[in-house]
């Protein structure tokens, strides 16, 4: 009995310990630790278990083949420098994650009022495959969702598959990855079953806003099926964070702008419509997919990349999410 409560009264002190530590680092009067793969570890060991409260997506029979307790998670800080733990060689499909680097090249050859003319700036409380505001303003609610999404890709220049070609180009000049490639059954998948997307594409189409033909959509399930890893997340979090500068510094497509854009939109739509909850929580641009991904940027620092593949109802990943917060408390990130 005696050993109980002296059991009880240390688990107290460490808890009292340990939120201490979290509001000091959080008035910022004491510097936490310097990042390390060892702080990372510790965040990932905590928030591992999660994955048994969520659900791996079924929507189409190949994501539901992931393995529901891969977790990793991955960070690239101001200088550049790359911390990993966890299942770092973990390939998973980026899914929704493709839409800020449709929308990049979208508005980088049509110029933002091009693109936003036919797509709004508007978050939502419906989730990502919701048809929103196609049948009553005809546009799609903003290009997180599938509707603006499929949308936008149709925007980028070039007959069948080349859309989809600079998009995966853009993916391996962000993460300096040449080896990254889409995975082709998950993308058969897609297509097999996507009629929803389908409709979406066909009611724009109708509306005037999408004049090619299906190469377009296909171009969309293609982006959908790129395969990365946690670090390439986090280096596409930091090439957002940081004025389109890759991660090692090359400035090829700098543009303040069009990552002002980009983080804006995460911070509205990027979490499905969790965002504003995200939003208060978390306080970061941060862009999720059904995958299990999710990157994040934190402006003019790092980036992040987390991965488990359970989801919670909205479709993040959520020991990923779990893993940010705790790093958003414990190193007082939120832009807020
Ligand atoms: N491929 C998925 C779809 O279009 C992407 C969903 C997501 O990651 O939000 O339905």
Do not use: W
Not at 140 to 165: Q, R, V, W, Y
Request: net charge positive; hydrophobic share 40%; aromatic share 10%.
């Amino acid at each position: 009995m005696k050993k109980n409560s002296f059991l009880s009264a240390k688990v107290m002190l460490v808890a009292a310990l340990l939120s201490l530590n979290t509001v000091i680092y959080a008035q910022k009067s004491i510097d936490p630790p310097a990042i390390s793969e060892k702080i990372l570890s510790g965040i990932l060991e905590k928030n591992r278990a999660y994955y048994t409260q969520g659900k791996v997506a079924d929507y189409i029979p190949e994501l539901g083949k992931m393995d529901a307790k891969a977790i990793a998670f991955s960070l690239v800080d101001k200088n550049g420098k790359v911390f990993n733990t966890g299942d770092v060689h973990k390939k998973f499909t980026m899914q929704s994650i493709s839409k800020i680097i449709a929308l990049m090249l979208a508005v980088n050859e049509r110029g933002e009022a091009d693109v936003f003319d036919k797509i709004g700036y508007f978050g939502s409380d419906k989730p990502f495959n919701h048809f929103s505001n196609l049948e009553t303003t005809g546009k799609p609610l903003n290009p997180m969702m599938n509707a603006g999404a499929i949308l936008t890709t149709s925007l980028i220049a070039g007959d069948g598959e080349k859309p989809f070609l600079k998009i995966l180009d853009m993916v391996r000049y962000i993460t300096k990855n040449k080896t990254i490639d889409y995975n082709k059954s998950v993308y058969e998948s897609e297509k097999s079953t996507g009629n929803r997307n389908r409709g979406m594409f066909y009611l724009m189409k109708n509306n005037g806003l999408i004049s090619g033909n299906e190469d377009q959509l296909d171009n969309y399930f293609k982006q959908c099926s790129i395969e990365l890893t946690a670090e390439d997340l986090a280096k596409i979090g930091y090439f957002f964070a940081n004025q389109c500068v890759r991660f090692d510094g090359d400035a090829t497509h700098k543009n303040k702008e069009i990552a002002k854009l980009i983080e804006s939109q995460m911070l509205t739509a990027g979490m499905y419509e969790f965002s504003g909850e995200y939003s208060r929580n978390v306080g970061l641009p941060s862009k999720s997919g059904v995958g299990g991904g999710i990157t994040v940027s934190v402006p003019g620092k790092m980036g992040i990349g987390v991965f488990s593949p359970a989801l919670d109802q909205h479709g993040n990943s959520l020991a990923g999410y779990h893993m940010i917060l705790d790093l958003v408390k414990q190193y007082d990130l939120s832009v807020f």
